[in-house]
């Protein structure tokens, strides 16, 4: 009889669900298939320190560069080079340990934020360092834009202090102008800014451009819309969610009309009008209990759109100094979810930068040391890539040998009220060399017991001799094997007695 992988489910009890309790080291493949991990592959030299934000764009011609920033410096890498240039305003920065760079682009203007230091601006084809962006304009901790202005959220001025409730936008189409609110100059270019009163909390966070809204302002327990409606209000700010916002303001990952982020009580995806949770009774109850509650402002969020997954790093049980050490991805067309170990400092959506056979000594490498093959995406110019900084401060693509794979199918009684005898399983994997062990139970209260793995021989078999009322089998696949699917595996069983 022939088992398959199942869902993810492990917040489901082992027996009776159609999922399965243990994924690892995989990706959501199809409805009936997991398929590999990559591990991470350098592609840039090290920052300074650990990385606090970090930024890809292209400027008008089509050229790529990436942006970062550490606790006292702001970097650039260009296409072509491999090593990050210093590009910090002179006297550099003072980004406290909890927060990191938010940045947005506006045209050519590339524009970070760390609430510390006055709003950066850095003009893509023309600047050499980062400048303040304007003198009357405030600290903020995020940023984004919304229809034709940028909007700080979460702010601090020397007038009205911190206001962490707060949402803050310059004139319209100009970023650099930042007149005082409430005067004829602000309501002449349509600034002003929005209080958020209540008891919502902070500001975790501001997207843009949603379907139901032009943005959405992120707080610890609400979620607000904010929808232009023309002077002299400019913007209307109503709640979407009244109690559900994110304690984490890096989970927050957007593709076009959706935003994915964290919950006090799960993962969600918000449309611009309400929040569908996509963790319930899956993997909420699991990533909450493996989670570090000490650095929740370290999980970070990206979006691969290509394989049409949703990342989040978090510091699971056994970090190192509140780096991310869990990967928890989620394919939103098949609505399921894989965990991996994978250390980074965070993770983000980046573009590659592109380079030919005639550019590729100036990217430092050559072909017995590139990091990726040829043909892979990284070399064509301006492709969305899932990109990590490592715990080494360097720029990687997920593009490295593949993860050790484990995929446990679901508990199933072979014969219902009958054990059974299992002599052969045989994997459904179409690539490396797979191992399965037998897992069983007698009882239901009883824990799993798992056989040693035995490997397939030549003829694709993993014999085994194992009698029980309950089986599961494990499959694995150790580190670099080549596979795409895995699919599950067929079990040979003959029904004995009751006992």
């Known amino acids: 009889m022939f088992v398959p992988v199942a869902e993810y489910t492990p917040d489901q009890p ?140 979460n702010t601090f001025d020397g007038v009205n202090g911190n206001q962490p409730q707060r949402v803050w936008w310059p004139a319209i189409d100009d970023p ?6 409430g005067t004829s100059a602000a309501a002449a270019v349509q600034s002003d800014f929005q209080d958020l009163v209540g008891d919502a909390g902070w500001v975790q966070g501001i997207v843009g451009n949603l379907g139901a809204a032009d943005g959405a302002i992120f707080q610890e327990r ?47 995806a918000f449309d611009g009008s309400a929040s569908r949770p996509i963790g319930a009774n899956k993997i909420d109850k699991t990533v909450f209990a493996d989670l570090d509650p000490s650095y929740f402002h370290r999980i970070s969020a990206a979006i691969d759109p290509v394989n049409k997954l949703c990342f989040w790093a978090y510091p699971g049980v056994g970090n190192s100094g509140g780096n991310p050490n869990r990967l928890l991805a989620y394919n939103w067309s098949l609505d399921r979810f894989t965990l991996s170990d994978l250390s980074c400092e965070l993770i983000l959506r980046s573009l590659s930068f592109g380079a030919s056979l005639d550019g590729l000594d ?15 995406r990284a070399w064509a110019g301006g492709r969305v890539m899932l990109s990590a900084f490592d715990t080494t401060h360097q720029l990687n693509y997920f593009t490295g040998p593949n993860l050790a794979a484990t995929v446990d199918t679901g508990e199933a009684e072979l014969f219902p009220g009958r054990r059974g005898l299992v002599r052969n399983l045989r994997p459904i994997v179409d690539g490396g060399v797979p191992a399965v062990a037998l897992g069983t139970r007698d009882r239901v209260l009883d824990p799993v017991a798992f056989g040693a793995a035995v490997a397939v021989d030549a003829l694709g078999n993993a014999p085994q001799r194992a009698s029980a009322r309950y089986h599961r089998a494990r499959l694995t696949l150790p580190a670099g094997a080549a596979f795409t699917h895995i699919s599950g595996v067929e079990i040979d069983a003959v029904a004995e007695g009751l006992r």
């Open 176 to 181: 650099t102008n930042w007149p005082t609110p």
């Open 362 to 376: 100036a990217t430092g490498f050559t072909l017995e040391t590139l990091p990726f093959s040829l043909d892979s």
């Open 14 to 153: 082992d027996f009776a669900n159609p999922g399965s309790g243990f994924v690892h080291n995989c990706l959501p493949r199809t409805a009936q298939s997991y398929g590999p991990m990559p591990s991470l592959a350098a592609y840039s030299g090290p920052l300074a320190a650990r990385c606090q934000g970090a930024f890809a764009a292209q400027d008008a011609s089509g050229n790529v560069n990436a942006f970062a920033g550490d606790a006292t410096k702001l970097y650039a890498l260009a296409a072509g080079a491999t090593s990050w240039t210093d590009v910090s305003k002179a006297g550099g920065y003072a980004t406290a340990a909890d927060q990191r760079w938010s940045a947005a682009q506006f045209g050519s203007r590339i524009i970070m934020t760390n609430f510390a230091d006055p709003i950066q601006s850095f003009i893509m084809g023309s600047s050499t360092a980062f400048a303040d962006l304007a003198a009357a304009a405030p600290h903020a901790r995020y940023l984004a834009v919304v229809r034709d202005w940028v909007v700080a959220a």
């Open 222 to 268: 609400a979620i607000v819309r904010m929808n232009y409606v023309g002077p002299p209000a400019i913007f209307a700010f109503t709640t979407a969610e009244g109690a559900r916002g994110t304690p984490a303001p890096g989970s927050i990952a957007q593709l076009g009309a959706t935003v994915y982020y964290l919950g006090e009580d799960g993962f969600y």
